[in-house]
């Protein structure tokens, strides 16, 4: 069973297309829609549905207390054989618990550097609500780190992160991407050469992602080339909602922004873009923005941060950020989208490399030896 905040995010859809090949049958339980959801996946059978309501105190408690009594007696009468949590920040204790009880083997899929954002979320956050959440998050991801039986991360960039070092014996590396329909979603469809300059961004518009720095850049950037376009997709943090607005007012002919954009409308944006732009702060492992867009045959601009940033610069997938003050970023920008030419070739390059290297069959490979290992050693 994989335990997880949101059952229909890419990341989520693409572990469970992996572990559908490597184990019998896939219960997912987490949110969907405003609803808490058991899933069987094989089956595509909703097992439990139930609304997230926070309207009466009453529907809160019944909800919560229903929810937790449904997912014991699943987890009795489906016989689960091994629990994994996926990316969850509020760990739901009942289902570790329960595993403990029964004798079930649990893994965490923590991924990213999931300590480092919760730190820095606490420290940035205005509201008392944010703060809070995030403590919990930290307390939670402590407590849980040393009850579950393997940890699985993305990379072992990871390693040295707090509270990973004296965990050594549980830690495992495995990807959550891509998906077995990856290369047929995401693939160049719009000749390079076709391509209007326009660059882009994708993800949480916030600080940690580097956000602000890009916002920054742009009337730099619009000054020196008065046609470039930049299409902003994703929600802003509270802290970048001012500076977006103010952006859109004064750049509203060359500046376009979408709070989201359904998955699968994503590689059409991809085909239309020159650039994309990812100055983020702390990556574990290859974002999954970064990896769409050069299957999409997108060049890349991206911060010196976590393993995949040396990925790109050794195989000449991308380009690497000096650093993110926004005069700096501006005019890494102009100059790169003065190389049409290079641009190209590193477009049609990425594009084959990627195909090539990082693959499903690898990302089976991975979790297959992971749940090996977890099965035999709970024998």
Known sequence: MIVTPYIDSPATRSLVSILNEVVDQVFIMGTLRQAFVLRDIKREKMLFSLPLTRRYLPNILISHVYS?????????????????????????????????????????FIGGSRHYLLNWNMRLSRKWKE????????ASLSAAVRLVDRIVLLSKHLVDEHPFPRLHSKLGFAWNFPSSDFYTRFKVEKRYDEREPIVGFVGKLSVLKGASHLIKAIPLITKQIPDVKFVLIGSPTEQIVKAIEELLKSHKTCVKHFHSVPHNHMPYHYNNMMLLVHPSYSEGGPPHVVLEALACGTPVLIA???????IIEKNTLGFILNNRTPETLATQII?????????????????????????HKQAVSMWRKILEETASEAL
């Open 68 to 108: 937790m009594l449904y997912t014991i007696s699943s987890v009795i009468n489906n016989r689960m054989d091994l629990i994994l949590f996926s990316q969850t920040i509020d760990y739901p204790l009942h289902v570790m618990i329960l595993a403990k009880i029964l004798k079930i083997p649990t893994l965490d």
């Open 131 to 138: 703060k809070l959440f995030s403590a919990y998050g930290l």
């Open 304 to 310: 010196r941060v976590g393993a995949f940033a040396e």
């Open 335 to 359: 100059s790169l989208l003065d190389k049409r030419d290079l641009l190209s070739k590193i477009s049609e390059h990425s594009a084959v490399w990627l195909r090539e290297n990082i693959t």
